[in-house]
Every structure is written in structure tokens, then in C-alpha cells.
């Protein structure tokens, strides 16, 4: 019989039964780390045609996507959380401990990059902006402790666009591995 954790409860060590809610468990899981790759994925295959855009033209677009994507990123602390409880749920002596452990780390890195890199220049853009609903809520949500850009950044608008998009394509690339090892681990 193969070493699978995904289908023993382990206690004291050893393992004594099958644990029937670990696939619900890992269903959830694929599910809440696909949406936010899938989210950071959206954003990245936008980046060729949003490069080419005028300022005007890029901050207009700029603003659809703030309604749908801030309700949409709910699955990114969802999925860091549930990777977490499935890591707590894994032995240490199998192999897909190891590999919730780097999906973890990379879902984990993909939120910092979010909340140091990208939400800063969020805030910048919509400083001016009367938001209303959860849009609101979030965009006033600051937790990291005021790390806002201070500068008024009019003629720096393509530094601030090209960081917001790498930032993107950077989160792409950690959610797609997040993605990979989850699966990987869960089909071992």
C-alpha cells in the first residue's frame, strides 16, 4: 500500500483510520488556488495590450478592475489558509508535506507581493476616488502600516504602471507554482 496521506488520519504517530473529509479538504484547496491564479493569470496576459496604452486610456481601464477582482481576491488568503491546514494535516516524513510547504510559501509570497508592491500603487491611483461598497472597505485597508507613495508621481506614471503590471506577472508565476505543487501533491 502506498504512504498516502490524503487518505489516513494519523495520531500518536501512527496511523489508525481513513480521514473521509481530507479530499473535501484538498477540493477546496485546488478550488481557492486556482481562482487566484487564475486572477493573477488575467493579469498578465492583459500586460502586452495595457503597455501599449496612453496614460489617459491606461487609467481609465485601470478602474474596471477594482469591483470584480477585489471580490474575486478573497480566494488568495483562502487558499494560503487552507494549504496551511493542509500542511498542519500532512505528515513531515512524506513527500507531500514538502510540496504543501512550497505551495504554502509561494501563495504566501504572491499575497506579500500583492500588499508591498501592488496595493500601494492601488491606493495611489484611486486617492482621489469616491469608492463605495467593498471597494471601499478594501482600498482603505492598509496592512502593512502606511506604506503608501508619498509622491505626486504625475510624470512617473509608467514606473508606477510598469510596476503594478510586473507585479502581476510576478504573482502569475507564484500562483501557477503555488498551483503545480498543490496538485502535485495531492496526485502522489
Not at 486556482?34 to 485601470?62: C, F, N, W
Not at 477582482?69 to 493542509?86: D, H, N, S, Y
Amino acid at each position: 500500500m502506498r504512504n498516502d496521506p490524503h487518505r489516513w488520519k494519523f495520531r500518536n504517530g501512527g496511523c489508525c483510520e481513513a480521514e473521509p473529509m481530507f479530499p473535501a479538504l484538498q477540493i477546496l484547496t485546488i478550488l481557492a488556488v486556482a481562482i487566484a491564479m487564475a486572477l493573477a493569470l488575467a493579469h498578465l496576459l492583459e500586460l502586452p495590450g495595457k503597455m501599449r496604452l496612453s496614460k489617459e486610456d491606461y487609467l481609465t481601464v485601470q478602474r474596471i478592475y477594482y469591483p470584480g477582482f477585489t471580490i474575486g481576491g478573497v480566494a488568495e488568503p483562502i487558499g494560503a489558509l487552507l494549504l496551511l491546514l493542509l500542511l498542519f494535516l500532512t505528515p513531515a516524513s512524506i513527500i507531500a508535506f514538502w510540496l504543501f510547504a512550497a505551495a504554502f510559501a509561494a501563495m504566501a509570497t504572491m499575497h506579500a507581493v500583492f500588499w508591498l508592491l501592488i496595493q500601494p500603487v492601488n491606493n495611489f491611483w484611486l486617492k482621489d476616488a469616491e469608492l463605495k461598497g467593498l471597494g471601499a472597505g478594501f482600498f482603505s485597508h492598509d496592512p502593512v502600516g502606511g506604506h503608501r507613495i508619498e509622491t505626486d508621481a504625475e510624470a512617473d506614471w509608467t514606473m508606477l504602471r510598469d510596476l503594478w503590471e510586473w507585479s502581476h506577472a510576478a504573482r502569475a508565476v507564484l500562483g501557477l507554482l503555488a498551483f503545480i505543487l498543490l496538485v502535485t501533491a495531492i496526485a502522489l
